[in-house]
């Protein structure tokens, strides 16, 4: 179920420069990804196994996990690259002034 509750993430000056982060927000681990000027947001365990995205690589849109090296788009969590297969849940992201907000659901 969606809803349009947008929820304040954290400060646009700790997001990393072309690179992920992991946060938590309500509870819930998320993985942060900027590109450009772009904001991106997905789920951080990886669909695969017991790993943590934002300790892989982010190459252009491309992450890739740490643990098997499967690779999932972070503009909408589609799988890339083998072993991945699941499709990661990917969150609307809105940038306002100088907070970053999701759209969890
Ligand atoms: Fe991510 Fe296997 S745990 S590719």
Partial sequence: MSNDKWIDALGTDELPSDDVVGISVEGRDIALYTVGDEVYATDNMCTHGQARLC???????????????GKFDVRNG???CDPVT????SYPVRIEGSRVFLQLD
């Fill in 55 to 69: 300790d892989g690589f982010l190459e252009g849109h491309e992450i890739e996990c740490p643990l098997h090296q």
């Fill in 78 to 80: 589609q799988p890339t």
């Fill in 86 to 89: 699941v499709p990661l849940r």
